[in-house]
Nanobody, 122 residues
């Protein structure tokens, strides 16, 4: 199992920015993804990054506003979120898996962090 710890959530006004961090430890992994889940809604794919070459993929709802990146030395993945909207309010999760490809469905991930709350006020 890979252990994942998220940080960086909080309260921000609409139009503002936040950067989430996800630090991994334990077993090796091939890719990390970010998801979010709002009350009463399904878990939504946001972005993923493949560890070997840094290739990225984004969900349609966050393209152009969110950026995923990694710091190999720190075993950390970041999610930079800009121009936040009230509808971005949710619990944000990072997840990891060991297959050498980008996966956009939650079922494809084997390790999950505990989640961090992001609240965007109007």
């Amino acid at each position: 199992q890979v252990q994942l710890v998220e940080s960086g959530g909080g309260l921000v006004q609409a139009g503002g920015s936040l950067r989430l961090s996800c630090t991994a430890s334990g077993r090796t992994f091939s890719a990390v993804g970010w998801f979010r889940q709002a009350p009463g809604k399904e878990r939504e794919f946001l972005a993923a990054i493949r560890w070997s070459d840094g290739s990225t993929y984004y969900g349609d709802s966050v393209k152009g506003r969110f950026t995923i990146s990694r710091d190999n030395a720190k075993n950390t993945v970041y999610l930079q979120m800009n121009n936040l909207k009230t509808e971005d309010t949710a619990v944000y999760y990072c997840a990891a898996h060991r297959r050498p490809l980008i996966i956009t469905t939650p079922a494809g991930y084997t390790s999950w962090g505990q989640g961090t709350q992001v609240t965007v006020s109007s």
